[in-house]
């Protein structure tokens, strides 16, 4: 099992960024499928971002597309967010994930970490 530590979330003035990473242990995350999620206080968990194994063929949601870039260091197994142009709509607690689908469904993938919040105020 894998264990997923997120950081870089924090307080933001709306057209800010942020740098989010996720740093995983335990074992290696060479041959995951890595992600992003967030969720906002009363709303679902959703699918920001995802990466394959090789950091190939990013995809993301549409309302981040041009914003938001997902990459990976696998020599330092870590995953990373970079989030620019911040809106207030970002707020969100930001968590990520390993799976072995190139899915956006959060049901697909296996390991979670803690989140980290992002709030962008306006």
Do not use: H
């Not at 060479?30 to 206080?41: C, D, G």
């Not at 959703?46 to 870039?69: L, M, N, Q």
């Not at 709509?89 to 979670?112: H, R």
């Amino acid at each position: 099992q894998v264990q997923l530590v997120e950081s870089g979330g924090g307080l933001v003035q709306a057209g800010g960024s942020l740098r989010l990473s996720c740093a995983a242990s335990g074992r290696t995350i060479t041959n995951n499928v890595m992600a992003w999620f967030r969720q906002a206080p009363g709303k679902e968990r959703e699918f920001v971002a995802r990466i394959s194994w090789r950091g190939s063929s990013p995809y993301y949601t549409d309302s981040v597309k041009g914003r938001f870039a997902i990459f990976r260091d696998n020599a330092k197994n870590t995953v990373y967010l970079q989030m620019n142009s911040l809106k207030p709509e970002d707020t969100a607690v930001y968590y990520c994930a390993a799976g072995v689908m190139i899915m956006t469904n959060p049901a697909a993938y296996t390991d979670w970490g803690q989140g980290t919040q992002v709030t962008v105020s306006s």
